[in-house]
């Protein structure tokens, strides 16, 4: 029993390593999506302390809104255009109606009002768009959708080109927004913000503007996930329920730092995966992705209560 | 005029600490278990016990015990749903390992299950708070709900992966199972829910009760004045847990009649959720109020398309709960974060000064 | 005041069975040093509080006063050093278990409970000394509700000494500063402590409500036989209310003795200039 716990899962990893490849392939594409729902999260979370829980339904619902435009007959790239500006009237509409009536609530009351955004939207978007799957369309956006096949130690691996595609595009939307929030003067405003409301706001900025850029953004970065992700797995409202991958991911990398959403996207994409093959489907029957995530940022969290990237909490009287 | 307090004079602490000091409310509870315990009963319609009485009474048992750990000890939970399923789940293993058990026994007894199991999964709240903790019960959430499926034994080897509730009497009567009468069900629901309300009130109103308070508001303090965190917080895990493990089994048993795992989803756990917001978190009134919203809606809005001659579809009808609900929460949290049991404390404020207007 | 309620207090000499008279020390510091990664909070400091009187602990913004009161009451302990309280040397423990040892403590921002009124909050205090269980509570007749009666008594008894009564069922939340910092005062009183910490009790208010709050402070003590360590700012209540001062300026002590002799010591007097040394 104690060695297949500790002794073959590596064998097998070892003894087929075409195969290791493709398994920390396929995690790294799904890290690479959650990390991006989690900088989301981020983003919100360092500007506003709002715990963003419908980060995960906005991807779906940036998705929804692509596929019915364009299947109401706009070209590709325009359907693209118009769903950036719903989601950024969806940004507006937000700080409108329900940002602003709750500031200065505590962060829980924040955090509830970002679930009753997600069961409005999940309703409201199930009306509209219909509860069906629907698929990405992929191939009018120009992403190649063919393989790429390596034969590494003889074996074989096969990238598909739109994974490639997404993990190029996140990358340089991360490189994007650490290159917008360092250099240019709304960066500074949203970190400011994130530091002191009230200082932030006597040096006259604008609290209102910088939460609808904020959850624009967050709105952009939702339908690049959304793209990507509906390109490998269709789009539907199955895409929430992954979304939660995301929560294990700011546990570990911490609720402000963005290269902490980051590396804990990817690892805990390859991780989980490799947990998966490895160990539980041989050994616990399989679908062990549904809760590994979460118990592995649990037993870290232990240890450390900050996250791996988080600062160390000092409590004060 | 009705709630005239005047005169209503305490001599003595005890009567203070009455649970209804003023004579008016005890005359209203009065009436309210009349109600439940007499004129509903012999009144209510097979679909009104099975869509409306019943299931209130459960989930408002279910969302008391969420508000023992979320709204008293201010640790924040998205794992209700999975220990319902312990309840169950302990429940079903139970009367299938020892049908001579007394049904009611067992099901008391599954809540020491759930309680068990949410103890171990409280840990983690000595040293992890806030946000990072509700994350935490979610990996209890989903490895229960994995649990559930995988183990086999839960369900005794069925192929189909789900448990059948099986006919279990008491004295002669049925009381679970497809023999049993609704009529039956609703009272073993109302009496075990009136029973562990009761001593709830009794938790909540004393020192236990101030103990959670305090860990919730200032820890720090707390524990500067004596109090042991880790005991208090284990302690809130483990009454809720109990209180929801025993709302699950009653989940299965006196109302659904089978279970499958991902009945005990996500969905479910957030339902609980809602209802202790909408209600009012720290308070045992909102529970029921809430509950009586958010079962209540679904049935209101499957009615009034017809009353009112528009053609919607059911799933439409689904769909526009959803909505409401969402947008209901954020109504809530905008106008009174302490829920509707706030809503009935201000409205009773009012009354007891009318028809004066301060 | 009342006289009926001078008599119960003197029935109150509480905890006076740890066998030190009034007079000795009931708490010794001894060269106690804190630091918070490179930050050195108090360097090598000793001194003795005696049973019975009233210490204050003053000093310059930053002098560490706050971070001494903190490892006295069990909430950071120090890298060096020892406390010993009652004749007993305090080990490694949470910060619980220095209140169940008779230490309480009011703080500099207020930390009550807002969620519960003044009486829940003030009942609070009377934690370590409730003793029975969940169970009893989940039954409420019988044991569980007389001991809440008899520990109502007695919070209501320091609810008449801090004259709170018409404030007693309000959230804490809503109350003005002045009376918060006074149920505070109170729920530190509710514990029956042998030490009474007070950070900053007077902070912030004017000079009635300081005069009440002085007032206060010296009941307690004559009445209750309560030691009482505080930090204070107001150099005219340090003077007026205690028996013995020690100094502190950049984690260090500076002077130690009665407020005459802090007062003319040439080093307290350069602190308090800004003098550089």
């Keep these: 029993m104690l060695s297949e716990i500790f002794v073959e899962p590596f064998v097998d990893m070892v003894s087929a390593p075409d195969f290791l490849m493709q398994v920390l ?37 940036a998705a929804l809104t692509l596929v019915g435009l364009h299947e109401a007959g706009v070209p590709a790239w325009i359907s693209v255009v118009l769903t950036l500006g719903v989601m950024f009237a969806l940004a507006f509409t937000v700080e409108r109606v329900v940002l602003r009536p709750l500031v200065g609530q505590p962060d829980i009351i924040l955090f509830m009002a970002t679930i009753g955004i997600t069961l409005f939207l999940i309703g409201f978007g ?29 074996g074989l691996l096969i990238l598909e080109q739109k994974d490639i595609t997404a993990a190029a595009i996140a990358a340089l939307l991360v490189v994007g927004l650490l290159l917008f ?67 294990p991911v700011l546990m570990l990398g911490g609720l402000e730092s963005i290269s902490g959403a980051i590396v804990g996207g990817l690892m805990i994409g390859m991780l989980e995966k490799l947990f998966e093959i490895y160990w539980g489907q041989p050994l616990l029957g399989g679908n062990t992705e549904t809760w590994f995530a979460f118990m592995l940022a649990l037993v870290v969290l232990l240890f450390r209560p900050q996250g791996l990237f988080g600062e160390r909490i000092i409590e004060r009287v | 005029m009705f709630y005239r307090t005047a005169g209503q004079f305490k001599t003595s602490y005890t009567a203070d600490q009455a649970l209804f000091p003023v ?13 439940a315990w007499i004129v509903f009963p012999l ?134 199972g497809p023999q049993a009468t609704s009529f039956t069900q609703y009272y073993v629901v109302l009496a075990i829910v009136s029973l562990l309300t009761w001593i709830c009130i009794n938790l909540t109103r004393g020192r236990p009760g101030r103990t959670w308070k305090a860990t919730r ?142 | 005041m009342n006289v009926h309620v001078q008599e119960d207090m003197s029935r109150h000499i509480l905890r006076a069975d740890d066998g030190i008279a009034k007079g000795e020390d009931l708490l010794k510091v001894e060269n106690i040093s804190l630091s918070f990664g490179g930050v050195k909070a108090i360097t090598d400091i000793s001194f003795d509080i005696k049973k019975g009187e009233i210490r204050a602990i003053i000093g310059p913004n930053g002098a560490g006063k ?56 003030i009942m609070t205090g009377r934690i370590t000394l409730q003793k029975r269980n969940l169970l009893w509570h989940a039954l409420w007749k019988g044991p569980a509700e007389r001991e809440e009666i008899e520990h109502r008594e007695a919070v209501e008894r320091i609810i008449d000494f801090l004259e709170i009564e018409h404030i007693r069922k309000t959230p804490v939340g809503r109350l003005p500063y002045g009376l918060q910092k006074r149920v505070e005062l109170g729920r530190a009183l509710a514990a029956e402590p042998a030490l009474l910490l007070l950070d900053e009790p007077m902070a912030g208010m004017n000079l009635e409500e300081k005069a009440d709050m002085s ?23 340090v003077m007026d209310l205690s028996d013995r001062v020690v100094v502190l300026d950049y984690g260090k002590k500076i002077g130690d003795g009665t407020p005459d002799e802090v007062r003319n010591n040439p080093d307290v007097i350069d602190a308090y200039l800004g003098v550089p040394h």
């Excluded at chain 2, 005794?156 to 008491?170: H, K």
């Design chain 1, 25 to 61: 392939w396929e995690g790294l594409v799904s890290g690479i999506l959650y990390a991006l729902i989690a900088l989301g999260f981020v983003l919100i979370y360092r500007s506003s302390r709002i715990f963003n829980f419908a980060q995960g339904i906005m991807v779906v619902f």
């Design chain 1, 126 to 154: 199930e009306i509209i768009f219909g509860g069906e799957n629907k698929v990405m369309i992929t191939e009018q956006l120009g992403i190649p959708t063919d393989s790429v096949v390596f034969e590494p130690f003889g």
């Design chain 1, 181 to 247: 929030l360092n250099k240019t003067r709304m960066g500074r405003a949203i970190r400011a913000l994130g530091d002191d409301h009230q200082a932030a706001m006597s040096v006259g900025i604008s609290l209102q503007t910088i939460w609808v850029l904020v959850w624009f953004i967050a709105g952009i970065i939702a339908l690049v996930t959304g793209i990507a992700w509906g390109a490998r797995a269709g789009v539907s409202f199955a895409l929430e329920v992954i979304a939660y991958k995301a929560l």
């Design chain 2, 23 to 35: 004579r008016q409310d005890a005359v209203l509870l009065i009436v309210i278990l009349a109600f």
């Design chain 2, 43 to 176: 009144t209510a319609s097979e679909f009104a016990f099975q869509t409306l009485l019943i299931p209130i009474l459960i989930y408002s048992l279910a969302a008391l015990g969420l508000n023992i750990l979320t709204g008293y000890a201010g640790q924040l939970s998205l794992g209700t749903g999975a220990f319902m399923g312990v309840g169950a789940y302990a429940c079903y293993k139970m009367v299938t390992l020892m049908p001579w058990m007394n049904p009611i026994v067992a099901i008391l007894l599954s809540g020491v299950f759930s309680a068990g199991i949410g103890v171990v999964f409280g840990i983690p709240s000595l040293r992890i708070k806030g946000f990072y903790l509700a994350i935490a019960t979610l990996a209890a959430q989903f490895f229960l709900v994995w649990l559930f499926e995988k183990w086999a034994w839960l369900y005794n080897y069925n192929a189909s992966g789900a448990i059948q509730v099986p006919n279990l009497d008491m004295f002669g009567v049925y009381v679970s």
């Design chain 2, 217 to 358: 508001d200032m820890d720090i303090a707390a524990e500067l004045i004596g109090i042991d965190l880790m005991r208090s917080k284990l302690t809130a895990f483990a009454v809720s847990s109990y209180i929801v493990g025993v709302a699950g089994a009653l989940f299965v048993f006196m109302w659904r009649g089978a279970a499958e795992p991902n009945l005990f989803d996500i969905p479910l756990s957030f339902r609980i959720l809602f209802i202790a917001i909408i209600g009012g978190l720290g308070s045992v009134l909102g529970n029921y109020l809430g509950a009586i919203l958010i079962v209540g809606l679904p049935v209101v809005l499957g009615i009034l398309p017809e009353a009112l001659g528009l053609e919607i579809t059911s799933a439409t009808v689904e769909h526009l709960n959803v909505m409401i609900v969402g947008g209901l929460i954020i109504f809530f949290l905008i106008i009174e974060p302490h829920g509707l049991a706030q809503l009935w404390r201000l409205i009773r404020e009012k009354l007891i000064i009318w028809p004066f207007p301060h």
């Design chain 3, 66 to 121: 706050t971070s001494m009161l903190n490892v006295i009451n069990g909430f950071y302990f120090p890298q060096e050093g020892t406390i010993t309280f009652r004749g007993e040397k305090r080990r490694r423990a949470r910060p619980s278990e220095t209140a169940r040892d008779g230490i309480a403590r009011t703080f500099q921002n207020i930390a009550l409970f807002k969620g519960m009124s003044t009486l829940d909050n």
């Design chain 3, 215 to 237: 007032r206060f402070i010296l009941d307690v003590n004559q009445q209750y036989g309560t030691t009482i360590a505080l930090i204070e700012h107001d150099m005219g209540v």
